[in-house]
């Protein structure tokens, strides 16, 4: 298990390589940065001064060499827009995506769980219709519409909530329910169909012919068989909600990871881009192998 | 049984959520009824601003965002500022004589003092303006490096050197950018230090910023003018999302939000508590035209055809919903060479485009390209639509080629830019020398490639005229040729669209300023 760890652990390292130098790439070929920085007006050798003492205007590979440099000691250079260093920048971002992230996640999880094993159990049921057509439905609206929506409703119309901001729990609650309902749209359909097979398993109709109650059946023998699963997708939400993220933050104005990435995208500033970015792949790599080894508490059968 | 037993679990866990949502409370975007500020918020004394995007930084040298400068404004002031009729008047600076026609003597107001408690002098000024004058990374950079130097007279005295006659040094000493920062403090705790506690002489010092989410003003005690006693508290919360902000408004979260788009004016106006307060902004729309050779647009005739076939005023009153002023000249009200013939004012004659056209050889018409952003401008799309619309009425077949903005600014930069593409000017001098040389033949050879003598002539003379009353007229003429010869067919002037609380007595500037001085409780 520790062997395992270790080599997981180090496969991040060229994994981190690999994303870094894909967003280099993608930043690079994006555009130039200095266009964005001036007003209207400003004069092609405006433009080209400021490209040349930000070192813009170096090829493609030195400006690759001084960023990866710059990244093994975990410095991702300045950020254009804020003028200071960019990683600080992220970090300071970092507790409030986590904040709304988890939040979203324990409501995926509230509604998901239940609501998947309850549509499992009642297969083919007016019940079931109802709640697997209802995460569909749920699924295939958008945030940023859902996030709007639920701003008219709950803040304009009936003065519930804060309309945005971070602050108190109050402001937690819109877009946190803005982003894990749909992520509990995506995981009660998943659930659903692994309780599904499970509960068609010879052992659960072992234990159903035993005379063991339904309630114990579904819940302690199928239920802790189907959690593997469960734990996969949970784990595989991670991008979904870094995803979601940048369209929430933005729609409740969130001070966020998500929200600070958007901006930089917008302005270029690659500084930005490449550490937000690296910063979201590591923790989603993190989730995968937290994900690996709950699979091993969950199912002692599994070996590393 | 078991199946309510799941329903009342089930019903409970949403139930404690939504209550726990319930349960606090005390921040400033709490809602109340809706448009109306409570009683509690008006002891407060706090005024709420959002606005679309958040502060870039507190080095006053290194931006170029007007939403940056609305905040600045309240903390650092300028040597010159200007007043409501845009004439540019003394601020910190209490007199001063032109020496020559490159040096400048003033003198600053004596008991001025910076927030740490330093006096204000003359080494200050000279320590901010040739830092920004002559260190080429920073983004303000271009619009001061005419200044050479600054001479310290005495504690007060300095004398402003620049390196050729320089007519618009108070209008650049007037704008973003300019105001003064403390030599001592920040030299002896580092920039560092300063752009975390940013230290200046206006009437609000700074209490906090979250990035993306609030700055904080509190009211500085010392004050050169006495301290601000309207408001204890002035917060510029971010909020990106257009939506967003007009909910905030509704609800009373903010008492002003800024760039309200058209599509929610009727929603704020029917709230009750809330309407729409507009302003003539600077940023001129138009069509930059390209007069190369051997492009239909490079016959004036055809230039003036294409003005005479687009009706400014539908753009204006329909497209933009009010939300614009039709123009002639890229140098509107309150800026130094306005020529107010040219305002509010526009050619649309469909025959007469008809006729223009047929003697310059294009009776059957043409086709053009025109490129225009989309989402940079209000309604920017539309009206590159509804151009083609109008030009198709004269048969000339537009094709409407729309680009992400920074794609559209690398476009512009290489120079390949089509016949036409729709851009807003706007001028933050205030200084229509700044304007007009847009006109400028070697400014824009290969992009435009327009030239026209006499503005070639007048823009020579202008640049280095230090009378200011021949200086206005030259502008003046400058925009009068230009509304003839149309080497841009200017469309109209935005107008700023802020959502206020009814109870907020707040009159906006056309620099889009948000001066909290200014702004009173009803």
Known sequence: MVKYLIRRLLQIIPVLFIISFIVFCLVFVAGDPVALMLPEDASQEDIEQLRESLGLNEPFHIQYFNYMVGLVQLDFGDSFRYNSSALPIVLERLPATLELAAAAMIIAIVIAIPLGIWSATKKNSPVDFLATGGAVLWKAMPNFWLGIMFILLFSVTLGWFPVSGRGDISHLVLPALTLGTGIAAEMTRLIRSSMLEILNQDYIRTAKSKGIRNFFVVNKHAFRNALIPVVTITALQTSTVVGGTLVTETVFSWPGLGQLLIQAVNTRDMAIVQASVFIIAFAVILMNLLADILYKLLDPRIKY | ?522
């Open chain 2, 1 to 522: 049984m078991k199946r309510k037993a799941f329903y009342g679990i089930f019903l409970f866990v949403i139930s404690a959520i939504l209550l726990v949502g319930c349960s606090g409370g005390t921040t400033t975007s709490e809602p109340t009824d809706n448009g109306q500020k409570d009683s509690e918020k008006e002891v407060d004394k706090t005024l709420s601003v959002a606005i679309g995007a958040d502060m870039v930084s507190f080095d006053i040298h290194d931006h170029n965002n007007t939403s940056t400068e609305a905040i600045h404004v309240n903390m650092f002031n300028y040597l010159f500022k200007k007043d409501a009729n845009g004439v540019v008047q003394p601020e910190l600076v209490e007199e001063y004589t032109i020496i020559d026609e490159l040096t400048v003597e003033m003198k600053l107001r004596a008991g001025v003092t910076f927030h740490n408690g330093d006096a204000l002098t003359s080494e200050d000024v000279k320590f901010t303006l040739e830092r920004v004058a002559t260190d080429d990374k920073l983004k303000e950079y271009p619009n001061y490096k005419q200044i050479k130097e600054v001479q310290v007279v005495d504690e007060l005295t300095f004398r402003v050197v620049t390196h050729a006659p320089e007519p618009s040094l108070f209008h650049r000493l007037s704008r973003l950018g300019s105001g003064i920062l403390p030599k001592n403090y920040i030299e002896e705790n580092g920039w560092d230090h300063f752009l975390a506690n940013p230290v200046g002489t206006g009437p609000y010092q700074f209490k906090e910023w979250v990035r993306d989410d609030h700055v904080t003003l509190v009211p500085f005690e010392n004050f050169y003018q006495g301290k601000v006693e309207e408001w204890d508290e002035v917060v510029f919360r971010v909020i990106p999302e257009n939506s967003t902000r007009v909910s905030e408004l509704l609800t009373g979260g903010v008492d002003i939000a800024v760039n309200i788009p058209p599509a929610d004016w009727e929603r704020v106006n029917s709230n009750e508590g809330t309407s729409i307060v507009q302003e003539i902004s600077n940023r001129v729309v138009m069509l930059i035209l390209r007069s190369t050779e051997g492009l239909p647009t490079a016959d004036p005739r055809v230039r003036q055809a294409l003005d005479y076939a687009i009706d400014d005023g539908t753009l204006a009153n329909v497209v933009l919903q009010g939300g614009a002023v039709p123009t002639k000249t890229m140098v509107g009200p309150g800026n130094f060479g306005h020529n107010p013939e040219l305002y509010d004012n526009y050619n649309y004659d469909v025959e007469k485009a008809k006729a223009l056209l047929a003697e310059a050889g294009y009776a059957d018409g043409f086709e053009i390209t025109l490129q225009s952003p989309r989402g940079r401008y209000l309604q920017d799309a539309e009206v590159a639509e509804m151009i083609a619309g109008m030009l198709a009425a004269v048969n000339v077949t537009v094709k409407v080629e729309f680009l992400e903005w920074s794609n559209f600014v690398e476009m512009r930069n290489a120079n390949e830019n089509k016949e036409a593409y729709l851009i807003g000017l706007g001028n933050s001098m205030f200084d229509g020398a700044y304007s007009v040389d847009w006109y400028r033949y070697e400014r824009h050879k290969g992009h435009t490639d327009y030239k026209n003598d006499k503005i070639e002539e007048l823009l020579a003379a202008s640049a280095v005229n230090m009378n200011p009353d021949e200086r206005d007229q030259q502008i003046q003429e400058i925009s009068a040729i230009a509304a003839e010869d149309v080497p841009f067919v200017t469309l109209y002037q935005e107008k700023i669209n802020i959502g206020v609380n009814n109870n907020i007595d707040f009159v906006p500037t056309s620099d889009e300023m948000i001066y909290a001085p200014s702004i009173k409780r009803k």
